[in-house]
C-alpha cells in the first residue's frame, strides 16, 4: 500500500472540522519542503469515524435508465465521468457511494458545500427550521428573514447594506442586471471573455465561454473584453497575482509596478472606446474567475477597473458566488483582496451549503431604483433557507474556516507547486485559500492546453484512487479545487499522493 509517511494531527478524526491545533499546526507544515508519502500502488486514505447508512434503494442500473430515458438529456452529457458515481451519502468532506466506498470531496459540488456536508450545526437549524414554518413568503414578516439579513449585512462594508434573497447565483444575476440598468439608465454590460455567471437567458449573456452558449438571442446589451489572465494571457510576469504562487513566466516589472496590468487597462480602454456607448450600465466581474479555472488578474486591475467604468456611469458588480464566505481565506470576500468596494454584490453556492439560496446585496441608492416596480420571488427568503444560511454564518465563525482556508489552502498551493516543477504537464498553480487552479498543458513552452481525453484519464484515475476534483477553463484543461472548508492537513497529504499517482500513471502511458 501507498502510504503517508508523517501522520500528523493523528489523535485526531479526519472528518472533523479542523479547529485550533491544526492551526498552530499549519505553519510548521507549510515550512516543509520535501512530499511525505512514498511511492507504492494506491496512496492510503485518511481515517474517519463516520459510519454511512448501509444502502438499501434502487440499483445503479435503474438509475442509469431512468437518467436516460426520463431525466432531460442533459444531465446525461453533465455526469462527469465514463464510470457515474453514485453518491448516496456524504459528511464534512467525505462522501460516500451506494457501495459503500469512501470518496474525499474536493469539488464541494461546485464550491457550495462551505462548511461539511450535512455539518451536525447546520443540520440541527434545519430540521429546527422545519418544525416550526416551511414556507411562507416575503408578503408577511416573519423572524428568520430579518434576522438573517440584519446577519449578513452585519459582514458587508458600507454602503453594501441592502439584501434581495434569491433561489440561486444565476437569478442573483439576473436581479443585478435589472438593478444596474434601472439606476443608471444605461444598458450595456461588460464582463471578462472566458467569464461564467450563470445560465439563465439573461445571464448567459455575461457567460462568455461557448460551452455554456446556445444558438438563440441572449444577454443583449452584454459585451466582453480580453481576460486579464496572467498565465495563459499575452502577457504576465512572476508577482502579478495576489496569490501564495506566481506564474512561471518571467518579467522586468520594478518593485509596485506591473507592465501586464498596464496592457490588460489598455485592452479595458480600447473595448470602452470601440465596443461600447460612452455611457454603460455596469462591468460585472468575479474576484477570482471560478468556472473560468480559477483565474486571477494582476493586483490592482480591479482598482483601475472600477475607476474607469464609474467614470462612464457604469456601476461594478462583484460576482462572490463562488469566491464568497471565507473561500479565499485572507478575507471574507474576494473583493477585499482587490482593495475595492462594489456597488452590488452577488452570492449564492456556500451562502447555505448546498441549500438552494442566493443573494444581491447593494447601496441604498441602487435599491431605491429599483424599487421603481414590483418585484416578487416565492421562495427567496424562505425560512428554512434563512435558518440554514444564518447556520452557516455563524458555523465558519465558530469552527475558524475562514482560517482554514488560508492556512490548509496555502499550503495545498505551495506544494502542489512542487508537483507542477516536477511534470511538464502541470503549466499553473494558482488560487487563493481553498479556491484553487491547476491548469494542465501539453508543455510549459507552448502553453497549450492539455487535450480533453488526457484531462479525464488522469480525472478517472483520481476518482478511482478516492479523489474527486472539478474541470474548468475555456478548454476543459484545469483542474478545480474547492473542497468543503473542513479539510484537514492529512486530506491535503492524501490529495497530494493521487494526484501525483495519477499525473504519474498518465506520463508512463503516454
Known amino acids: 500500500m501507498y502510504k503517508l509517511a508523517s501522520r500528523l494531527l493523528s489523535g485526531q478524526s479526519a472528518c472533523r472540522p479542523c479547529l485550533s491545533k491544526l492551526h498552530l499546526a499549519s505553519g510548521a507544515l507549510c515550512q516543509k519542503s520535501a512530499f511525505r508519502y512514498v511511492s507504492a500502488d494506491v496512496p492510503e486514505m485518511p481515517p474517519c469515524d463516520f459510519k454511512p447508512e448501509e444502502y438499501k434503494g434502487m440499483s445503479k442500473e435503474r438509475m442509469m435508465e431512468i437518467r436516460r430515458q426520463l431525466c432531460n438529456p442533459m444531465t ?10 453514485f453518491v448516496h451519502q456524504g459528511y464534512m468532506q467525505w462522501l460516500w457511494d451506494v457501495d459503500g466506498r469512501r470518496y474525499l470531496d474536493l469539488f464541494a459540488g461546485v464550491a457550495t458545500v462551505s462548511v461539511g456536508h450535512c ?79 450563470g445560465g439563465s437567458p439573461q445571464s448567459m449573456g455575461l457567460t462568455s465561454n461557448a460551452t455554456y452558449k446556445y444558438p438563440v438571442a441572449n444577454g443583449l446589451g452584454c459585451t466582453n473584453t480580453m481576460c486579464p489572465d496572467v498565465y495563459r494571457g499575452p502577457w504576465g510576469g512572476s508577482h502579478c497575482r495576489d496569490s501564495p504562487v506566481q506564474t512561471i513566466r518571467e518579467c522586468s516589472c520594478a518593485p509596485g509596478q506591473c507592465m501586464a496590468n498596464e496592457h490588460y ?23 477570482i474567475q471560478g468556472v473560468g479555472g480559477a483565474v486571477q488578474y494582476p493586483k490592482n486591475y480591479l482598482k483601475e477597473a472600477y475607476k474607469l467604468v464609474r467614470e462612464r456611469g457604469g456601476v461594478c458588480i462583484a460576482d462572490e458566488v463562488q469566491t464568497g464566505f471565507g473561500r479565499t481565506g485572507s478575507h471574507f470576500w474576494g473583493f477585499q483582496g482587490h482593495e475595492v468596494i462594489p456597488d452590488i454584490v452577488t452570492m449564492a453556492k456556500g451562502i447555505g451549503n448546498g441549500f438552494p439560496m442566493g443573494a444581491v446585496v447593494t ?28 447556520s452557516v454564518l455563524d458555523t465558519i465563525k465558530e469552527d475558524g474556516t475562514q482560517q482554514i482556508s488560508l492556512d490548509v489552502g496555502t499550503y495545498l498551493m505551495t506544494e502542489l507547486t512542487k508537483l507542477r516543477d516536477k511534470y511538464e504537464i502541470i503549466g499553473d498553480v494558482r488560487g487563493k485559500g481553498l479556491l484553487i487552479g491547476v491548469e494542465m498543458v501539453k508543455d510549459k513552452t507552448s502553453r497549450d492546453p492539455l487535450p480533453p481525453e488526457a484531462m479525464s484519464e488522469i480525472f478517472e484515475d483520481a476518482k478511482d484512487m478516492g479523489v474527486l476534483m472539478g474541470k474548468g477553463g475555456i478548454y476543459g484543461q484545469t483542474f478545480r479545487i474547492k473542497p468543503p472548508m473542513c479539510i484537514t492537513m492529512e486530506d491535503v497529504d492524501f490529495f497530494l499522493a493521487v494526484f501525483n499517482k495519477s499525473v504519474q500513471n498518465y506520463m508512463e502511458r503516454r
Open 363 to 390: 447601496t441604498p441608492e441602487i435599491a431605491a431604483s429599483f424599487a421603481k416596480g414590483v418585484h416578487f420571488n416565492t421562495f427567496g427568503g424562505n425560512p428554512v433557507a434563512c435558518a440554514v444560511a444564518s
Open 265 to 287: 487597462i489598455a485592452q479595458l480602454k480600447e473595448t470602452l472606446a470601440t465596443s461600447v456607448p460612452n455611457q454603460i450600465a455596469a462591468f460585472f466581474g468575479e474576484p
Open 119 to 197: 455539518h451536525p450545526k447546520v443540520t440541527a437549524a434545519a430540521e429546527q427550521q422545519l418544525k416550526k414554518l416551511w414556507h411562507t413568503t416575503n408578503i408577511y414578516v416573519y423572524p428568520p428573514l430579518h434576522e438573517y439579513c440584519e446577519k449578513l449585512a452585519s459582514y458587508l462594508p458600507d454602503p453594501l447594506k441592502v439584501i434581495y434573497l434569491t433561489n440561486s447565483g444565476s437569478e442573483a444575476n439576473d436581479l443585478a442586471m435589472l438593478m444596474a440598468r434601472l439606476h443608471t439608465g444605461n444598458f450595456d454590460i461588460i464582463t471578462f471573455r472566458g467569464s461564467y455567471h
Open 76 to 85: 446525461m452529457k453533465v455526469t462527469y465521468y465514463k464510470k457515474p458515481v
